[in-house]
Each structure stands twice: as C-alpha cells, then as structure tokens.
C-alpha cells in the first residue's frame, strides 16, 4: 500500500551499506521508522528528505511491516539552522525531547506543531536560546503530564514572597524562602537523616514563576511571546526547567551535554 504523510525527520542513521533509518515525527501515526534504500548515494532522490530538521511530505510504502521511503518532496529543510554551532546544538536537543515525549501509532499533532514553531524560533533567533530552550522544556513537562504545581508556595500559599521561590524538582511545587528557611532549621533541629526530605532546589523568582506560567497556558503560536523581567530571571528559568524536564525523565541526554558545551 502506498501513501503519504508530511512529517518531520527527528533522527537519521546509516543502514546497511547504502541506506538510511530516519525516523519521521508525523501529526497522525506520531514517530514513524522509515527504510530510505539508496539514500546515500548521490543519485537517491530521496536523500534531501532524510537529513535532520526536513519537514516533508513524504510518500512510502509498508512491507515486511516496516515502511519503506519511496520520494517525497521537502516543505521546509531548516537549513539555517545548520550554519550555527550552537543553534544546531539546540535544535539537536530539542527533536531528542520530541522523540523522547511522543511514540509510534500515536498522534503527535500538537508536538509537532510545536516543535516546528521551535525549529523555525532557532532559525530565525526569535528569541535568546535560553528562552527558546526553556520554552520547549516546560512544553515537554506539560505534554507528559508532569507540570509542577507553581501556584504560590506549597507552604504557606504565599504567591508573591518577599523572599525569592524556589522550585522543588522531585516533589514538583513551589517553597518560598521563609519557609524553606523554617524547614531546614526544624530538619536540623530534629537531627535525623530519616526524617530530611531529599530535595533538588532551585532558585526562581516572580518573573520566572510567571513565565513558566505563561507558557503552560499559552496558544502554541503565541508561546515564545515573553518576556523576562532580567537576564538573571531568564538564566533562572533555564536552570529550572532544565532541572525539572532531566529529572522526570530521568535521563541524560547527549545533544543537551553538547548544547551546554558550545553554548556562549
Ligand atoms: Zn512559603
């Protein structure tokens, strides 16, 4: 059966001697492995549809039940992303995060659509990386469907402290400062390892809080739209959501090892 689908190369591999795996982020079927025979070569006219980043319409065919690359034609190859080491590095860990939140024969619409805007915010520098890493990270918490609770401190239900939050990783909430304080001084009071809450704190403040909650809320087309109140604030939403999206996971990722290398 032959058909067709547009979708987006989120990774590529060599097979075999002259072939390629690419696996194609799709709105109806979710990931798709596709065998692209020949892609190699010079000749293939299917080699511009398997480099990373092309958002193509795709034509295949299933045999074997696996599908096979027949031709296609490219919508949008991302290609300016390709000029920048760190723009790269970035767009590398973001379609990670896509294959990491989404799998095969199940819908993928809105990641797609998301992961597109971001490709496309890389490309352009819509926005600082910072941002636009932070952004697809809280995404990615959300779309899995473990979204911290960052309604005001879990404490005492303070939303605008005096002291600065902080968000606690594995318990997924926030904790003001006077409370945190309060907290450790009764853990050290009380002198008993059992009894310490092991935590991973790390410092928000108001315009990071209040970013994080824009972007849970907004239209997909308006979620880069923000600004921070300081560089600082940004830099402390970056460590946040980095923290947070590794951390439910529960894995590392190399293309974020690298983005943190060649990063400025
Ligand atoms: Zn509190």
């Given amino acids: 059966?032959?058909?067709?689908?547009?979708?987006?190369?989120?990774?590529?591999t060599e097979y075999g001697e002259n072939d390629r795996l690419v696996t194609v982020l799709t709105a109806e079927h979710g990931q798709m492995l596709m065998i692209a025979k020949g892609a190699r070569s010079l000749k293939s006219k299917t080699m511009s549809l398997c480099r990373l980043f092309t958002y193509a319409n795709f034509e295949y065919y299933e045999k074997n039940g696996r599908y096979w690359?027949?031709?296609?034609?490219?919508?949008?190859?991302?290609?300016?992303?390709?000029?920048?080491?760190?723009?790269?590095?970035?767009?590398?860990?973001?379609?990670?995060?896509?294959?990491e939140i989404t799998g095969e024969e199940a819908g993928a619409e809105r990641t797609l659509r998301m992961t597109l805007n971001t490709l496309y915010a890389i490309e352009k520098r819509l926005k600082p990386f910072a941002q636009?890493?932070?952004?697809?990270?809280?995404?990615?918490?959300?779309?899995?469907?473990?979204s911290p609770d960052i309604d005001g401190c879990d404490m005492c239900g303070d939303e605008k402290p005096e002291s600065d939050f902080?968000?606690?990783?594995?318990?997924?909430?926030?904790?003001?400062g006077k409370c945190l304080s309060q907290r450790n001084a009764t853990a050290e009071a009380i002198k008993n390892e059992e009894l310490r809450i092991?935590?991973?704190?790390?410092?928000?403040?108001?315009?990071?809080?209040?970013?994080?909650?824009?972007?849970?809320?907004?239209?997909?087309?308006?979620?880069?739209?923000?600004?921070?109140?300081?560089?600082?604030?940004?830099?402390?939403?970056?460590?946040?959501?980095?923290?947070?999206i590794t951390n439910h996971l529960e894995r590392s990722f190399e293309t974020l090892e690298f983005y943190n290398a060649v990063k400025e």
């Avoid at 059966?1 to 590529?12: F, K, P, Q």
């Avoid at 690359?69 to 990670?96: C, H, K, R, T």
């Avoid at 902080?166 to 003001?176: A, E, F, K, S, Y």
Wanted: aromatic letters at 12%.
């Fill in 198 to 244: 092991q935590s991973i704190l790390v410092p928000m403040d108001i315009s990071a809080v209040s970013a994080w909650e824009y972007v849970r809320r907004a239209e997909l087309k308006r979620i880069f739209s923000f600004e921070l109140a300081s560089a600082e604030s940004l830099e402390r939403l970056a460590k946040a959501s980095e923290a947070y």
């Fill in 69 to 99: 690359l027949s031709g296609g034609s490219v919508n949008d190859s991302f290609f300016g992303i390709s000029s920048d080491i760190q723009g790269f590095a970035l767009a590398s860990y973001v379609v990670q995060l896509a294959s």
């Fill in 166 to 176: 902080w968000l606690d990783i594995m318990n997924g909430r926030l904790v003001c």
């Fill in 1 to 12: 059966m032959r058909a067709s689908c547009d979708g987006l190369v989120i990774r590529e």
């Fill in 132 to 146: 636009i890493k932070s952004v697809y990270e809280i995404f990615a918490s959300e779309e899995s469907g473990f």
